[in-house]
């Protein structure tokens, strides 16, 4: 409706009529709280073409109770307007307002998004009407855009805020929901938002979220795969994750291998038991280039971000610091043999026992 009809106007409406309504007889909407931008984007569009669209009143006493267009009365006060064309409509109860003007196309049409985000809040919080069907019922709207308009009550204001003031389509939303489901930061969230692709941030923003989540647990699988094969090489294994380009890489001493997340994972840990079995081979024919490489267990295990048990960190440990167990061996029986010597003049019995074991032990 063009702002040249409205001089057609009545000053005083019965319900079902257009009229220009004083605002100072003007009531705020029950959900109006939940409105928190400000109007300035409003009062410059009036201040140039006027109010447009009228907005929907019903009376209440000797005042009128404004359902839709708030905002539209908040501006014109700003710009010294004392009467603001309306459309009158006959609603008593709270969801009988609602219904008004959901129910009704001609109405709905000229709600903004911020207008139907804060009824259905109303609903949701003062109505105690929590479900998605009864909502839908109420408000006319489809369960799927219901949904949606309920996961952005969930998210942070200035998310929220944001796709409010850049008025982007429902879809958006599924967008931002699964970013947030992943553990997106809400800066990183924003940023896509303001974007000129937004969409399409959002969606390279959630794909390198899965990957960091499936490069997570492969990760996990690659450590207990070597450890499994060769617990002394896993403590010096190092694996880097690259979710933005889904790979993952694995070094082992001076072996570096890598892994993308469309590849067969099956193939690449036959391929990392053949190199695992070569560093073994290497460490065999060139144990002085090997045998003095620090031990760095729990600082690879913090680096992974993998937890293992203490007993499985100190069975690491023992077992790779015992390399030449037989060299340990000899050097065990040798103590015990000048233990039994020395316990030959105080406890020969003791002495006597022990060389039993010692000759068990020599077989």
Not at 67 to 79: F, I, M, N, S, T
Not at 184 to 199: F, G, H, N, V, W
Request: one cysteine or more; proline letters at 4%.
């Amino acid at each position: 409706m063009s702002c040249l009809s409205l001089h057609k106007f009545k000053r005083n409406a019965n319900p079902g009529e257009f009229a220009y309504v004083a605002i100072k007889d003007l009531l705020p909407p029950p959900w109006s709280r939940f409105e928190t931008a400000d109007v300035d984007d409003l009062v410059d569009s009036i201040a140039q073409v006027g109010i447009l669209n009228p907005i929907i009143v019903c009376p209440s006493g000797d005042k009128y109770r404004v359902l839709a267009g708030w905002r539209r009365v908040l501006a014109a006060k700003k710009l010294n307007i004392t009467h603001i064309p309306a459309r009158v409509v006959n609603v008593r109860s709270e969801i009988d307002q609602i219904k008004a003007l959901m129910h009704e196309n001609t109405i709905r049409k000229n709600l903004s998004t911020r207008e139907i985000l804060s009824i259905i809040q109303y609903i949701r919080d003062r109505l105690g009407v929590l479900g998605v069907r009864d909502i839908a019922k109420i408000t006319g709207l489809g369960k799927s855009t219901v949904a949606r308009y309920l996961m952005l009550l969930e998210f942070p204001q200035e998310i929220r805020e944001l796709i409010l003031e850049k008025n982007l389509r429902s879809g958006i939303v599924d967008y931002v929901s699964e970013a947030l489901k992943l553990g997106a930061e809400t800066q990183d969230i924003i940023r896509c938002l303001q974007s000129d692709k937004p969409y399409a941030c959002l969606e390279r923003l959630i794909t390198i979220l899965r990957n960091a989540k499936e490069l997570d647990k492969i990760a996990k699988k690659v450590l207990e795969f070597i450890r499994e094969k060769d617990i002394e090489l896993a403590q010096y294994t190092t694996i880097k994750t690259y979710p933005s380009h889904a790979r993952l890489e694995v070094k082992i001493l001076d072996e570096e291998l890598a892994y993308w997340l469309h590849a067969d994972f099956k193939y690449f840990l036959e391929h990392l038991d053949v190199a695992l079995k070569e560093i073994r081979r290497r460490m065999t024919l060139r144990p002085d280039k090997y045998n003095k490489k620090e031990l760095k267990v729990r600082a690879n295990i913090m680096e992974n971000k993998i937890e293992v048990p203490d007993e499985v960190v100190k069975k690491a440990i023992d077992e790779t610091q015992a390399i030449d167990k037989q060299q340990i061996l000899i050097r065990v029986v040798q103590l015990l043999s000048e233990a039994a010597q020395l316990l030959e003049l105080v406890k020969p019995e003791l002495a006597k026992k022990l060389k039993e074991i010692l000759r068990s032990l020599n077989s």
